[in-house]
Structures are given as structure tokens and as C-alpha cells.
């Protein structure tokens, strides 16, 4: 089992910056994908970044240019910079990781999600 801690959520002025951390522990094989959702209000869940073992990045158009996600293998954990905010960033930020298993399946994990607001 492994489990997602988040943090680095509050709230923020327009035009300001946060950087989320998500520390993953617990019985890890290999991580492979790790990715950044988010939930506004009201809204259903999508996708704001990713990023292989590899470092291959994939980001959502409408954070290209201001998030930045990186990460840490040794450390197992992955960071999302989020620069110049706008009051639709405000959303709930879900960690996401995907485990590799030695019998090459892949098993999907959550965080428990961090508040982000952004006031205008």
C-alpha cells in the first residue's frame, strides 16, 4: 500500500504563486506515472500535469506557460510551481501516482487532495 501526502495548498492573491509537494510512502515498488489533477467547484476532475520516471512532461493548455511539475525519484515525491494564478485555478489539487508492480501491473493511487484558492 502507498499513500499520497499533499501539501502546499492556501490561498492566494491574483497573480500570485504556490508550489504543491506530494510525498508518496509505504510499500512502493516503482513509481512510474505521477500526475496533478484538480477539481474546481462544481466542476468534474481533470488532468493539469504529468510526468513519466522518465521526465516526460504533459500539461494541460490551460496551465502551459505558468505550472511547472517536477519531481523527485529519490525522494519519491512530485511538486507542481504554479505561477501567475487566476481565480479559475481555485480547485481542489489531487496527487495521482501509478506503481509498477514486478508482475507488470500497474496499480493507481490518490491523494487526499489540497485546497488551492485564488481571490481576485
Known amino acids: 500500500q502507498v499513500q499520497l501526502v499533499e501539501s502546499g495548498g492556501g490561498l492566494v492573491q491574483a497573480g500570485g504563486s504556490l508550489r504543491l509537494s506530494c510525498a508518496a510512502s509505504g510499500s512502493i515498488f516503482s513509481l512510474n506515472d505521477m500526475r496533478w489533477y484538480r477539481q474546481p467547484p462544481g466542476k468534474q476532475r481533470e488532468l493539469v500535469a504529468s510526468?513519466?520516471?522518465?521526465?516526460?512532461?504533459n500539461y494541460a493548455d490551460s496551465v502551459k506557460g505558468r505550472f511547472t511539475i517536477s519531481r523527485d525519484n529519490a525522494k519519491n515525491t512530485v511538486y507542481l510551481q504554479m505561477n501567475s494564478l487566476s481565480p479559475e485555478d481555485t480547485a481542489v489539487y489531487y496527487c495521482y501516482a501509478e506503481d509498477s508492480t514486478p508482475w507488470y501491473s500497474q496499480i493507481q493511487y490518490w491523494g487526499q487532495g489540497t485546497q488551492v484558492t485564488v481571490s481576485s
Open positions: 510526468i513519466t520516471k522518465g521526465g516526460s512532461l
